[in-house]
């Protein structure tokens, strides 16, 4: 360990990650929040945002396919998709592993796109030139208040609310009704939910008792993810759709993008949504439902 340079990341009001600091490949402040490429030891190439890990080379493909990959195989209809930040391009690129029309993706800060295309070009693989993409740089919820019942899937691929960050208000029951408002009839959403250790689970089980107040059918998964250091936090909803009832989607649909996959599977996604005991009593009894006039911050 001698020489051995630190960085250290805040991962909650109490409790702080240090990671092996190889090299600092680019850092600078955006009109929104500051943007990090570095080099940690054990995780190779890292996108950070305002501190905090957003992807590692190593282990990306684990957080985007969980993300990506559940909804969409369980969707009745993917013709139109909106990714909602997701600025590196890698959920973008799983999406277009399916038989997409149009993907809408917006992201408010171009320069994590612009970055992100020179610094983590494997992230994207080249999905930011498919003709299928729009790319429109806007505010998420400035871009789904304007849209009505036209998206059969949206993706909330965020930074976690923190006060002040760009992020902030698109975890709160009014967007989630305006999400609501721009999917299709039997359309699908899925948000990530921040961490859902056993220590910090406050956001994720709100996030949850939030969106119980505007969908029917909430779906809460989760699954590990090394460079987060922490089980991770999902949330699949449904406008009509019970999506119980329709797993058996994921195997007819599975072997179309399955040889593509390095983490999703049948098994994988049976183990994600199984979640242990002490996750489902804090659905129970710690959740908040998220306001506008009371937003709530990760730390």
């Known amino acids: 360990m001698k020489n051995c340079k630190w960085y250290i990341e805040q991962t909650s009001e109490d409790e702080i990650i240090f990671h092996s600091l190889k090299e600092i490949i680019y850092s600078e402040n ?19 945002l305002d ?37 590196e391009g890698a959920t973008l690129r799983e999406v277009l592993k399916h038989p997409v029309n149009e993907v809408v993706m917006v992201e408010l800060d171009e320069s994590v796109i612009t970055i992100a295309k020179q610094y983590l070009p494997e992230w994207n693989s080249g999905a930011f030139d498919d003709p299928r993409v729009r790319l429109v740089i806007d505010d998420a919820r400035s871009y789904i208040e304007k849209t009505k019942n036209y998206f059969d899937v949206i993706i909330i691929d965020l930074p976690e609310p923190a006060e002040g960050g760009p992020a ?13 408002e721009a999917l299709t009839e039997k359309g699908m959403m899925v948000t990530q939910s921040a961490s859902a250790s056993v220590n910090n689970l406050r956001v994720f089980v709100s996030i949850v008792s939030t969106l119980k107040q505007v969908f029917p059918y909430v779906r809460p ?17 449904s406008k009509k759709i019970n999506p119980d009832e329709y797993v058996n989607r994921i195997n007819e649909k599975l072997y ?34 998220i306001h506008d006039d009371s937003p709530l911050s990760f730390y």
């Open 51 to 87: 501190g905090k890990m957003q992807s590692s080379e190593v282990d990306e493909f684990i957080y985007h396919e969980a993300l990506v990959h559940p909804v969409m195989l369980l969707s009745e209809s993917v013709d139109k998709v909106l990714i909602a930040g997701g600025g």
């Open 221 to 237: 998964y989760i699954t590990y993810v090394p460079s987060f250091f922490a089980p991770w936090g999902f949330v699949l909803v």
């Open 30 to 48: 955006s009109p929104y929040q500051r943007i990090e490429i570095v080099h940690f030891g054990n995780l190779g190439r890292c996108l950070l």
């Open 256 to 289: 179309s993008v399955g040889e593509s996959l390095k983490f999703y599977d049948m098994d994988s996604h049976t183990s994600m949504f199984y979640l242990p005991k002490h996750i489902k009593k804090a659905f129970e009894k710690e959740g908040i439902v």
């Open 168 to 180: 902030y208000l698109l975890y709160t029951k009014e967007f989630y009704e305006k999400v609501k």
